[in-house]
């Protein structure tokens, strides 16, 4: 029965969906003219989503502070970093709460130092570092043991080097058109478009097809 | 708001067409071959090193929320591989950074415990961690679980970003069978050079429907097939009208030109 209603309704907010969208905003003269009944209610429809998304909103961090609150409670490997997720936890929910933009009280100035002294801070230096160490961990993981991976380095090499002035510096004397500039232009805008746009349009075909059997409820029981 | 032009709505019209035509068909009994996806095929020999291993399952869902079909398509490998580790009694951890798809992802894996059997297996906060909506965050926990836990396997299903190589590295280099699935192509390489399968573009999509026990579900996966075939005829008609674009009758102009095709004649 339960699963019956949950079918149900996902079968008439995927007709209003799609109805509102096939529907031309305006009928054509010769068909009266009328405008789409759907859409003035499609805001509302849309909140409502918005209101049951924002029932699951709390859900995420109450299962994240009960975890480390185990890790402290048992002492689970680790559990001073949990201690200190806590801490800051308790911080920035309180700084938050109490802070007062006007006033620039105590809670005021320990919520500039969490947010941008510290949270704003670490954000920006791992980022930084975030390019070194993609780089280093596609060092370490890529590995030239087939005809594809190796085709593969061969095109980055060219689109790296084609990029850059070393690249013009290399093969500034071969013909425009074995240039490593036109031949990193020609890897992107052809094979690669090429194959990148077949590849989205299976996606697209999936995607509409995973969506038709979900509001029909087709091979969806878990 | 945005509203379907004529020719958007008859493309749509046609593939659902499409769709309802396989499943008919399927309902009278005529199930298409489905060939095998080696990435969703090989879920089962990761879950089996794992248990013989006797280590964990790490399923790592992407970075889309509840109302993004891609969601639902993760959640769909997610019902599978819960069944599979609650059947072999592996220790499962799945990784979530959305709160609106914790609750969903709890109870999936929640009815896998209980579809075989072993809901008393299932602990809720252990077995499904929300770890952080922040990206990098949610890739360096994923990282270190993955580390520490020192898994069986690691799975990957989901839109992810740039963070892909953080999390997928740590299990390369520590020799993990590791599976992933991307919809959008951009972290594909990565996964490609750090995880032993890689399921890209439709076949991620078609994932669900793979490992459906309902035929009419795999049936519909060749409708995914026809879809392209109504593409790939679209493209060449499209190249070649254009080639020929000076030679058109006027009639035909004018047809396209109310299709919202073309736009006035050059």
Known sequence: MKNAVVRLLTFIGGLFFLVEFLLPERAPAWLGGFANPLTPHLGVVTTFLVVVGTMAFLLGPINLTRGHLKAVWRRHKGWAQSAVFLLFLALGLLATALRDEAARGFA????????????????TTSMAILSFYLVSAAYRAFRVNNLDSGIMMASAVIVLLGQVPLGDWITYALPDTLQLRSLAQWITMVPNAAVQRAVLIGACGGAFATGLRHWLGIGTRR | MQH?????????????????GCLWRAKRGRVPYVRQIPGIASLEEAVGRATELGRPVVFALGHSGLQAIETHAALSIL??????AARLRTPFVTLVSQQDVYPVAEETVRQA???EGVPDQFKAE?????????TVVYAMGAARIIEESRAGCALFFGPFDFTSLLMAEPGARLGVMQIAGDPSLFQIPFFVCTCDYTVIGEEYYAAGAYLSADPAARATLASQDLIKAVFAVLVVVGTLLYQFHAAWPPWLH?????????????
Request: charged share 15%; glycine share 4%; net charge positive.
């Open chain 2, 126 to 134: 252990e077995q499904v961690r929300f770890l952080s909506d922040h």
């Open chain 2, 254 to 266: 004018e047809f396209l030109k109310a299709l919202k095709i073309v736009g006035p004649r050059p």
């Open chain 2, 79 to 84: 019902a599978h591989v819960a069944r599979l």
């Open chain 2, 113 to 115: 415990y209980t579809a």
């Open chain 1, 108 to 123: 005021t100035r320990v919520y500039d130092a969490l947010f941008f002294g510290l949270l704003f801070a670490f954000g």
């Open chain 2, 4 to 20: 379907a032009d004529a020719l958007v709505a008859i493309l749509m019209l046609a593939f659902a067409a499409a769709v309802l």
